[in-house]
């Protein structure tokens, strides 16, 4: 079946990096795009970007540009997010999803990756 | 950046019940716009998009209508796998999301 499966929790200091993956499979991985969302503990959605898996090319929300990366690795089907910098207003879940297949919005959800900033 | 504004913030439902959230875009955004649901410790679930299209294997009970700035997500007869958070969501100019709706029990 088609899913979207996203690494483990994570517990980091403040200024340090988070890389969160997201391994697609069921579908083929390079026709759709990926997106990033986090949330943080008891508030809303918050976007962060999103990366086209055949090219490469990404799209960063303005808040995050200059602190976050989406990379991809076609060999295995993986997508990936980084935040550097991070605060302790970074601490959320973050979810990658897929957009559908005829329209924009998220479809497919990974089951999300807790990021925990805190000295 | 397009705000989206819900409305109500909590509301309070019995079985049975004939439930409506509003959903408000600070501009025109055509007919992008989506809904979802998100359970305690869960990530959302696509019920609409395109304003009025419900995802495959939705319940029909779930309806979505509206254009421009207004759009309406109604549930026609409240169940208990119902009670949850609903989020609207433009994709018109990048992405955003309302601040939600609480579905909780009276």
């Known amino acids: 079946q088609v899913q979207l499966v996203q690494s483990g929790a994570e517990v980091k200091k403040p200024g340090a990096s988070v890389k969160v993956s997201c391994k697609a499979s069921g579908y083929s991985f390079t026709d759709y795009n990926i997106h990033w969302v986090r949330q943080a503990p008891g508030q809303g959605l918050e976007w962060l970007g999103w990366?086209?898996?055949?090219?490469?090319?990404?799209n960063y929300a303005q808040k995050f540009q200059g602190r976050v990366t989406m990379t991809r690795d076609t060999s295995v089907n993986t997508a990936y997010m980084e935040l550097s910098r991070l605060r302790s207003d970074d601490t959320a879940v973050y979810y990658c999803?897929?957009?559908?297949?005829?329209?924009?919005?998220?479809?497919?959800w990974g089951q999300g990756t807790m990021v925990t900033v805190s000295s | 950046d397009i705000q989206m504004t819900q409305s109500p913030s909590t509301l309070s439902a019995s079985v049975g019940d004939r439930v409506t959230i509003a959903c408000r875009a600070s501009?025109?955004?055509?007919?992008?716009l989506a809904w979802y649901q998100q359970k305690s410790g869960k990530a959302p679930k696509l019920l609409i998009y395109?304003?009025?299209t419900l995802e495959s294997g939705v319940p029909s009970r779930f309806s979505g209508s509206g254009a421009g700035t207004e759009f309406t997500l109604t549930i026609s007869s409240l169940q208990p796998d119902d009670f949850a958070t609903y989020y609207c969501q433009q994709y018109y100019s990048q992405w955003t999301f309302g601040q939600g709706t609480k579905v909780g029990i009276k």
């Open positions: 990366i086209n898996p055949d090219s490469g090319g990404t």
């Open positions: 395109k304003a009025s």
């Open positions: 501009q025109s955004i055509s007919v992008w």
């Open positions: 999803e897929r957009v559908g297949p005829d329209h924009d919005a998220f479809d497919i």
